[in-house]
């Protein structure tokens, strides 16, 4: 059987770097979850890996298929500097786990939530999953199994999260294309949503 996580994590340092820090969660129940932190320039990029270890089930299957099905890792994006992001390593971890956790099977356009802020006075409790393919390519795999696809996760206020509840994904990525919203900024206010 091939090691998915030595080949996803080949696959980060190919397209983010050498990581400058690593970090490890195990959850009751889960396999262990680490987050490494890329950073160049005044960009920091947090990227799961852990996630992808298994194929994410659709939670009303009757039995999850230990080989088919999608598999993802998370990457976040943030500037340097502006607040204590290192404090989102658990709750990406969190957020990572949810497939083993709570049956969850992650994709562009959905949110994840954690309760929380993503680090300390954050005003992002969520996410919005973005469309992957842009900083890190798919991973192909052997067949039967499916890619590897790195998910770029988008933080949202909590009105820009209710707001997207109700006009969804796409309207909620325009408005911040037309307003400029700098995604990366740890400490943004959240767009204009009338």
């Given at each position: 059987m091939v090691d998915v996580l030595a080949l996803v994590e080949a696959r980060l340092h190919t397209a983010l770097g050498v990581p400058d820090a690593r970090a490890a969660v195990t959850f009751l129940g889960t396999d262990r979850i680490e987050v490494l932190r890329f950073t160049e320039g005044d960009i920091v990029r947090y990227a799961t890996l852990g996630m992808s270890a298994q194929p994410m089930a659709d939670p009303t299957s009757a039995l999850a298929d230990p080989v088919k099905g999608p598999r993802a890792e998370l990457v976040l994006s943030v500037r340097a500097g502006l607040a204590d992001t290192d404090k989102v390593?658990?709750?990406?971890?969190?957020?990572?786990?949810?497939?083993?956790?709570?049956?969850?099977?992650?994709?562009?356009?959905?949110?994840?939530?954690?309760?929380?802020?993503?680090?300390?006075?954050?005003?992002?409790?969520?996410?919005?999953?973005?469309?992957?393919?842009?900083?890190?390519?798919?991973?192909?795999?052997?067949?039967?199994?499916?890619?590897?696809?790195?998910?770029?996760?988008?933080?949202?206020?909590?009105?820009?999260?209710?707001?997207?509840r109700v006009r969804g994904a796409k309207e909620l990525e325009e408005r911040w294309l037309t307003q400029g919203t700098d995604l990366r900024d740890p400490r943004r206010k959240s767009v204009g949503l009338d």
């Open positions: 390593l658990r709750p990406l971890a969190v957020l990572a786990a949810s497939p083993q956790v709570e049956g969850l099977v992650v994709a562009p356009g959905a949110s994840l939530d954690v309760g929380e802020p993503l680090w300390p006075g954050a005003p992002f409790s969520s996410v919005l999953v973005a469309e992957p393919g842009g900083l890190v390519e798919d991973l192909e795999l052997d067949a039967p199994m499916d890619p590897v696809r790195f998910l770029p996760l988008l933080p949202m206020t909590t009105n820009e999260a209710a707001w997207k």
